[in-house]
């Protein structure tokens, strides 16, 4: 199983991003699929989840009417798309997968892909 993010980089607050993960090796359609993010120095925190339908998205309180999550399943691929991003969004972004329902938690994903850097700075 390999999941490939890309799209991080530098933007400057106020400004937009989109991460993208590509998945392969795993029957895609049958995973739910989240985003993460980690910070220097902090844990590795929850930012969004959608379900393997597409059906039923989950943000953070924190980037909850900012980032939008969207998958395509023919594609094998999710999006996080980032808007009126802030210097506390600064972190790697990870893209991951799970079959459980526990869709916030970090521990109940059974796929990571390797990250990718989100800098907002001016």
């Known amino acids: 199983v390999q999941l490939q993010a890309s799209g991080g980089g530098l933007v400057q607050p106020g400004g937009s991003l989109s991460v993208s993960c590509a998945a392969s090796g795993l029957t895609f359609s049958n995973y739910n699929m989240g985003w993460f993010r980690q910070a220097p120095g902090k844990e590795r925190e929850f930012v969004a989840a959608?379900?393997?339908?597409?059906?039923?998205?989950y943000y953070a309180d924190s980037v909850k009417g900012r980032f939008t999550i969207s998958r395509d399943n023919a594609k094998k691929a999710v999006d996080l798309q980032m808007n009126s991003l802030k210097a506390e969004d600064t972190a790697v972004y990870y893209c991951a997968a799970t079959r459980s329902v526990a869709l916030t938690l970090v521990g109940q994903y059974y796929y990571w892909g390797q990250g990718t850097l989100v800098t907002v700075s001016s």
């Open positions: 959608i379900r393997r339908s597409g059906l039923g998205s």
